[in-house]
């Protein structure tokens, strides 16, 4: 909270007594459990592990909440709660009906939260220190997205550090681009990459990226580093760090990637053109950023998509679904898991005629482990199971069904903006308590993988030894 506490004393803001205030507390809270947890040997297992990280996502959010309610830019707690835990899971959904009226230091903390949370809480302190030793593996398993966290290095904390730095790196270079090409100013500069990078979606504008339409070089630089924050984060290291374009170019998931966002930005073009009478140019131009926000799972917006024609909206619903890439900071199913049900699926269509054949599931030349393969049907299973029940109790609660389905949809993909009145153009302040409730747990199940967060309400969890 030191960045958000001093931005704030330096533009005197009213806010920053508040930032104060919430330091002193986390840091009392830190060393509280410091002093309290038992000394055992240092090394986490795997259960501990999974407990932990989704532990620190909740305790997290509920500190990064006090600094909303101390400054009353929000009225109750579960809303800054909501607020918080959107930000850290980088969801974007925001429960705040006039964001331009809110002090600098309460907006540059939201987006910064964002960014904090883009790469990880937990995998940040895995990188920056030796003291969790063994289980640092485990927390690093725990916490980042995709189906097989890839070690870049043989140390966790190595790998950890690295993915770190290629995030780091983005931003600042997405923030000089901003600032000398756009020429905007610093605090718009450092909220948009906050938002960009992690593909998180909040931004200090109410019209978010709209507002700056005019300005073609940072639509154009904003919909660039969206596009490269949902590339796995590995494949730049073997780029830049190894000089193997080849591991990149060649990568099924990268392919599919851009092969997604291409036809999918070209289809939403090719439909604004004929049934919404935009221009050629002004189609393409809000076609890839949307595709790119939505896909990314960033949700800046352009346009107030939710008035596009009823194709376009429904493939941006898809693409809420499918997500970007494992290993990137964007949320949702992920290409990789697609790839890998479509192909299980071929699979099984084969072995009903063909029961003897052994057909190995390979994506890019190499055979998937079969553990691998039940994991990530498995991730898809209860992906598709929490996205009805989240419907069945959105609808429950009185939205209508495309507000209560694509509500769902946004937070547990980590997007952002929905349909209906949780659109583009509107906020989530008028959801229900219960709802607020049910779609806080979407974002913290969707950003911690479903299983991380989803063992704890398995009774055997408790009882194993």
Same mark, same amino acid.
């Not at 959107?86 to 009226?101: C, D, H, K, Q, R």
């Given at each position: ?44 297992? #795997? ?131 901003? #600032? ?286």
């Amino acid at each position: 909270m030191a960045l958000p506490l001093v931005w704030s004393l330096s533009c005197q803001g009213t806010d920053s007594r508040s930032f104060l205030i919430s330091a002193v507390v986390t840091l009392g809270t830190g060393v509280l459990l410091w002093r309290l947890a038992p000394r055992g040997e240092g090394n986490l297992t #795997r259960r501990e592990g999974l407990a932990l990280v989704t532990g620190v996502w909740v305790l997290g959010s509920a500190l990064g909440a006090l600094p909303y309610v101390l400054s009353g830019t929000l009225g109750s707690y579960l809303d800054a709660y909501f607020e918080a835990m959107s930000g850290f899971t980088t969801t974007g959904a925001t429960v705040l009906t006039s964001i331009e009226s809110q002090p600098q230091g309460i907006l540059l903390w939201r987006n910064f939260t964002q960014w904090i949370g883009g790469m990880g809480i937990v995998t940040l302190f895995v990188a920056l220190g030796p003291i969790l030793g063994l289980g640092a593996a485990r927390l690093f398993e725990a916490e980042m997205p995709g189906p097989q966290p890839e070690r870049l290095k043989a140390s966790v904390r190595h790998t950890a550090r690295v993915l770190w730095l290629l995030y780091c790196g983005f931003s600042i270079l997405e923030f000089v681009l901003l #600032r000398l090409g756009g020429r905007l100013p610093v605090f718009d500069c450092l909220t948009i990459t906050f938002g960009t990078m992690p593909t998180g979606g909040f931004l200090h504008r109410g019209m978010s990226i709209g507002a700056y339409g005019a300005n073609v070089f940072v639509t154009s630089t904003v919909t660039c580093f969206m596009v490269i924050a949902g590339v796995n984060f590995a494949l730049y290291y073997y780029l830049f760090g190894r000089r193997q374009p080849g591991r990149v170019f060649g990568n099924p998931e990268f392919r599919s990637y851009v092969a997604v966002f291409v036809g999918a930005s070209l289809l939403i073009a090719f439909d604004l053109v004929n049934n919404a009478g935009q221009a050629i140019g002004d189609a393409l131009r809000h076609a890839t950023f949307q595709a790119a926000s939505i896909q990314t799972t960033t949700g800046f917006t352009t346009a107030n998509f939710a008035a596009w024609p009823v194709f376009s909206r429904s493939l941006l619903l898809v693409l809420m679904i499918i997500g970007a890439s494992a290993g990137s900071t964007g949320g949702a199913l992920k290409i990789v898991r697609v790839l890998v049900v479509v192909k299980h699926a071929f699979r099984q269509i084969v072995l009903a005629f063909s029961p003897r054949s052994v057909i190995p599931l390979r994506l890019g030349g190499s055979t998937m482990p079969e553990s691998t393969v039940s994991a990530i049907l498995g991730t898809c299973t209860l992906y598709f199971g929490v996205l009805i029940i989240g419907f069945l109790v959105m609808s429950g609660v009185g939205l209508d069904h495309v507000t209560a389905f694509s509500s769902v949809a946004a937070t547990l993909g980590n997007v952002g903006p929905g349909l209906g009145s949780v659109g583009p153009t509107a906020d989530y302040s008028s959801i229900p308590a219960l709802g607020k409730v049910t779609l806080v747990l979407c974002m913290l199940v969707g950003r911690l993988e479903f299983l991380t967060v989803m063992v704890l309400v398995s009774p055997a969890f408790w009882k194993w030894r």
